[in-house]
């Protein structure tokens, strides 16, 4: 029996996003991609550790002035512009990551001009590929149509999170083959991506609702600070996650890495089985979303809390579960009080905002309290970001709750 063409309307925009989401999975490859092989960037280069921390710091910093302005070129020039734009961005600064580590490792360039090679590819990064989300979520929801936003987010969502499952196995392969083959495999995958895009329509803007303002308003800030929120809980847990486990495993270094590992490989999965089993099918409208996901947020690093290593492995799934829940649901919140792009640029800038906060509170929590308190630390941000939404939840109309 053939499918009904209401049916058919639904599949559709969910199955022509997926390219999308392949762009969004290269920065997820990208990112964790780059740290698998951090050991190897430090001996090549002859610079420390502290110094590649402040590259890839670099590179992270600048999506919060260039979020916000891709998020404006959206809505003036369309979504395949800036995903190309940010593809291109993508392969020309890893291009000359890779040329500054060569040159540096075989002597062909001084330490200074590789330096300032790797400076130009982090500036690169930043100032182009931080459009690169925003655009792709914008982009699917105009395929997808406005009913079925919140599945074309949680495409992107997926890709996303496939590619930072992805990035340390792709890169611990190519480090079998050669030293520097992780970064010339990120620079030369985008050109697959690229392929598959230049071809494709770019799509017609939804238009504008009678709701929707084309600034931000202070009445929107409740929804930027959820994102801060739940960047800034979910950073702290990943931080907190070693100096949990060591008096639960009597400080086997070797034990605690395994564990680690572990947990961020669930972590990964269950992020995974809440976009496909709740999100992408839209059980929950987005206000009910972002309430149930903040209770399974608190709710899991309560249990996380606990004092073995079960417990954190049941707390971290419930956790994650949440916080992908979360996301689509508060910028659907925010896109229904702003424009698209805008929307999505201004929450990408809220993330940003929530990591950067994440790592000026652990330096204060581990100095004041000690390590171990950092998950304890994001619990509290937890029941922040809950007691926000029960405010916001009080204050909506009856049928943003359905």
Known sequence: MGISSETARVVQPVKSSW????CAGLMGVGQNGLLVMLPQLVTATHLSLSVWAGLLTLGSMLFLPASPWWGRQIEVR?????????LGGYLSSFAIMALAVWGVAGGYLPVSWGFAGLIASRLLYGLTVSGMVPAAQTWAMQRAGAAHRMAALATISTGLSCGRLLGPPLAAAALSLNPLAPLWLMACAPLLALLLIVRQPDAAPLPPTATQAVRLQLSMLPYLLLALLLAACISLMQLGLAPALKPMLAQHP???????????????????LAQFVVVRPQRLGAQALVCVAALA??????????????????????????????TPGYQLLLNDRLTTGKGAGAIATSHTLGYGASALLVPVITGYYGEQYLLSAALVIALCFLALCGGLWLQSPRQERQ
Not at 78 to 86: E, I, N, R, S, T
Not at 254 to 272: F, G, I, N, Y
Not at 301 to 307: E, I, R
Not at 316 to 322: E, Y
């Open 19 to 22: 390219t999308l989401a392949l």
């Open 78 to 86: 369309g979504g395949k512009f800036v995903v190309l734009a940010a």
């Open 254 to 272: 070797t034990q605690v890495s395994h564990h680690v590992a572990l947990l961020l490989s669930l972590a990964a999965a269950s992020t995974l």
């Open 297 to 326: 947020m608190a709710g899991g690093l309560a249990v996380m809390n606990g004092d073995s290593p079960a417990m954190m492995y049941a707390g971290i799934a419930i956790t994650t579960f949440g916080a992908a829940m979360a």
